[in-house]
């Protein structure tokens, strides 16, 4: 894989490249769509291709592991031919379903036991098993298995916590590197940048993840229970460490304005669940703000959804059908609202760009973040 930086912002850390895979190009700063299980919620792959324009999204490793199953996904060729999606594909190692599972995992120097949220059978990850189910998935970026710790950890746990994920990834890494990809294309290794909020664990954990020389590098464990700033705080810190040819992906991070402030701050990818979970509970992200649309006032507003959004939803759905649709019950809600949602983040991230290269970036972030963040109209 290689990465190809085109532009820097002169005011922040903000830049601007090319991540080449066999599926395609993916251009940074980049959100992905999560798509846990091979489907993005609601949204059919003709929509998330055409009309949101995603260059890669994201698989769940332990979803995909436990439904439709390793053996149908060999079968079936990989993902990419499994679910018809000829972009790139990220996958999850399923680090972070060791964290929400708490209840229903143990923890070994070996791996983690947990058991399956679906059925209650008994299955056992290691770093080395963990590598192959991503191989036979077929994602083009694959992930090291790390825990991941709550932001609200005292220092004893998150140490303890960083020094499994540290003997994981080497175990991990030596696995990818003594196996070969199952399809007919490369397959790339990122391990997690953990350590909680503690900036002496988390530049330790950078040093020993860069010492591997890996295609990429992701930041864990943010958003997760601890303040906006102190990520800020943490990103400010480990940034620096990373070489500039290196992709960095911040996971499962965030609000629009989140998004803006760590590109100032240099993250080139991100996935959350927020456009695509938000939209189906009725609310919308737009450039002046965000839309409870379920509240009364849109009951008879037969304005556009959005008038400044890019999907085609936008200018062809009135908010009043829209808020009908929900008050209804009626699942075509959900979905317009998840397409608006995920093509307003996919234009942020072009717009990030392209303000990058014009080298107004900084400003024109401050201009909008207000309403990004804050803003209910």
Sequence with gaps: MTFDLTATDPLSQARTGIIHTAHGKIRTPIFMPVGTIGSVKGVIHRDLRNDVNAQIILGNTYHL????????????????????????????????????????????????????????????????????????IGADI???????????????????????????????????????????????????????????????????????????????????????????????DVIPLIPGDTPRYLMGVGTPANLLECIARGIDMFDCVMPSRNGRNGTLFTWDGMINIRNKKWADDLSPIDPKGTSFVDSIYTKAYLRHLFISGEMLGPQIASLHNLAFYLSLMEQSRQHIETGDFVTWKNTISKNLSTKLI
């Design 65 to 136: 592991y436990l439904r439709p199953g390793i053996d149908i996904l060999r079968k079936a060729g990989g993902i990419h031919r499994f679910v018809s999606w000829k972009r790139p594909v990220l996958t999850d190692s399923g680090g972070y379903q060791i964290f929400s599972l708490a209840e229903h995992r143990k923890l070994t120097p070996d791996g983690c036991e947990f058991r399956s949220h679906i059925d209650g059978s008994k299955h056992f990850f290691t770093p080395e098993n963990v590598v192959d189910i991503q191989r036979i």
């Design 142 to 236: 694959i992930m090291a298995l790390d825990e991941c710790p709550p932001g609200t950890s005292d220092y004893v746990y998150a140490k303890r916590s960083l020094q499994l994920t540290q003997q994981w990834l080497e175990r991990g890494i030596i696995h990818f590197r003594h196996t070969e990809p199952l399809y007919d294309y490369p397959q790339f290794f990122f391990p997690i940048i953990q350590g909680c909020v503690f900036k002496d664990l988390r530049k330790i954990a950078a040093e020993h993840a860069l010492s591997f020389q890996c295609d990429g590098i992701a930041i864990g464990g943010l958003s997760v229970g601890e303040p906006a700033e102190v990520m800020y705080e943490i990103l400010e």
